[in-house]
């Protein structure tokens, strides 16, 4: 019996460990993504960025094989994986996963910013430009579903939505005025605040 109890404990212990391990992994990896810069490839298998060119071509090709396929699904899993352990915590009662939860939060809003340069690393595929915009529309739907439980997100969000908008209030083009001359012709006029900055007949 007491053989039996050492090792169902001794069984329990490993299987903790290595959740432990596999969740210390996901979030390492949510981190990763979060760092990916524009023109920077990923090494899946070794873990590692390598800048976009000739050379990396060739090492991706022939030597470290790897490829955009493989990191689709490295970054979709990675994604998966987050939110799910981002629920797990949620749903603890100790204080230490809840503040768990918000770091992770932390790292997916960040992760985002790597999406977009990966999408650009590989903007002249278009399909694979298409998955990376699907992730991220995902990954905005379900941050949307958790504002609600999180305010401080919540408020972010506002902000930043705010913020976006007077962007795109600020970079609009400025309007074109038709005015009357003599005659049928007529010319454009674009002003920039009170004075004209070229006029076009």
């Excluded at 408020?155 to 005659?183: H, I």
Aim: glycine share 6%; with cysteine.
């Amino acid at each position: 019996m007491y053989t039996l109890a050492a090792y169902v404990l001794k069984k329990y212990w490993s299987s903790s460990k290595a959740m432990l391990g596999t969740n210390k992994e996901i979030i390492s990896r949510l981190k990763f993504i979060g760092r990916l810069q524009k023109g920077e490839k990923v090494n899946t298998k070794h873990m590692y960025v390598q800048p976009d060119g000739l050379t990396t071509t060739l090492s991706r090709t022939f030597f470290n094989q790897d490829n955009r396929g493989n990191a689709l699904t490295f970054v979709q899993e990675t994604i998966t994986r987050s939110f799910e352990l981002f629920t797990t915590f949620e749903r603890s009662d100790t204080d230490s996963d809840r503040a768990m939860c918000k770091h992770i939060l932390k790292d997916i809003r960040q992760a985002q910013k790597g999406l977009g340069n990966l999408k650009d690393t590989y903007i002249s595929d278009v399909k694979f430009a298409c998955d990376m915009d699907t992730l991220l529309q995902v990954i905005d739907a379900k941050i949307a579903g958790i504002a609600g439980r999180f305010p401080e997100l919540g408020e972010e969000l506002q902000q930043e939505r705010e913020a976006a908008e007077n962007l795109s209030v600020d970079t609009a083009p400025p309007p074109l005025l038709s005015t009357e001359t003599e005659g049928a012709e007529a010319e454009e006029v674009v002003l920039t605040g009170t004075r004209p900055l070229y006029t076009r007949k």
